[in-house]
């Protein structure tokens, strides 16, 4: 646990916050690589990818206050110190998307194949953004007494309790599961068949692997009433139905317009 990482002139260097502009950097070169690999104005990506930055930020700490708001009651202005974490990542996926498809509509720009250019850049961000909370301390995991490569943190932890035993490295669990996602979706994309496909398995493979990562979290993460669900659970459950509607909706009306094509076989 590391929450600062050095000192320029005295002032800290926050870890979460090197992470989360390292994690932007990185998403940001793929997306100009890759729209000047599809032969797309680089400055477009650019563009968009700050729109999505500025607006995931802003989303995933908006969702954190709302779902965690007795922590800011009594300190309302400590939910605008981003420095020391505190974000949901759905509230920053969600807004991100919202803004790149406001922006794409208002350039003109086809949104599914922007949406398909730009997805993997997503999990790139959180593969960087999950070792910055794992510097930070936060999003930490479950006890695992008998765990080999369980954590332990310091007593300066916020958990109290937690200094004297081995949590599971949920941070770098995410992690690993972001960058094993990026590559699928690299991988995939010059084999994709229809507009949107690479989006809309991003949202799938990533709201699989959270639902299944929230188990192992150990962290405050807020409770849906009734179904005893995390917030993340419930909307990894809501979005993993949208996506797998989505891609079969997709898929059909691609077959179907392959089918009418001048030449197509009847």
Same mark, same amino acid.
């Given at each position: ?10 002032? $800290?260097?926050?870890?979460? *916050?090197?992470?989360?502009?390292? =994690?932007?950097?990185? *998403? ?13 104005? $680089? ?12 607006? %995931? ?15 800011f009651l009594e300190q309302p202005l400590e939910a605008l110190k981003l420095w020391n974490g505190g974000f949901i990542f759905y509230g920053g996926? !969600?807004?991100? @998307? ?13 949104? %599914? ?10 999990? !790139?961000?959180?593969?960087? =953004?999950?070792?910055? /909370?794992?510097?930070? =301390? /936060? /999003? ?20 109290? %309790? ?26 995939l994309v010059p084999r994709k068949t229809f507009s949107g496909e690479i989006f809309w398995l991003m949202v799938l493979l990533y709201a699989a ?8 979290? =150990? ?5 849906? $009433?009734?179904?005893?669900?995390? @917030? *993340?659970?419930? !909307? ?28 197509? $076989?009847?």
């Open positions: 646990m590391r929450p600062v990482l050095f000192h320029v002139a005295g002032f $800290p260097v926050y870890s979460y *916050s090197v992470f989360i502009v390292v =994690g932007y950097l990185a *998403s940001l070169g793929y997306a100009l690589w890759e729209a000047r690999r599809q032969r797309q104005d $680089p400055a477009l990506a650019v563009d968009v990818s700050l729109a999505m930055f500025i607006a %995931g930020i802003l989303g995933a700490r908006l969702l954190f206050v709302l779902v965690e708001y007795r922590l996926l !969600i807004a991100a @998307t919202l803004a790149a498809v406001v922006f794409m509509k208002r350039r003109g720009l086809a949104v %599914g194949f922007w949406s398909d250019l730009l997805a993997p850049s997503a999990m !790139i961000a959180l593969a960087m =953004g999950r070792i910055g /909370c794992f510097l930070n =301390g /936060c /999003c930490y995991g479950r006890i695992a007494p008998n765990l080999p490569w369980g954590v332990v943190f310091p007593p300066s932890h916020p958990a109290l %309790g937690l200094a004297q035993y081995p949590v599971h490295p949920t941070q770098l669990y995410e992690s690993a599961a972001a960058l094993l996602i990026f590559l699928f979706l690299v991988a692997a959270r639902f299944g990562l929230e188990f192992l979290r =150990g962290d405050p993460r807020g409770n849906v $009433p009734l179904i005893g669900l995390s @917030t *993340s659970q419930a !909307i990894a459950a809501v979005t993993f139905v949208a996506a797998g509607a989505s891609l079969l909706h997709l898929r059909r009306r691609a077959r179907r317009q392959a089918r009418t094509q001048p030449g197509a $076989p009847a």
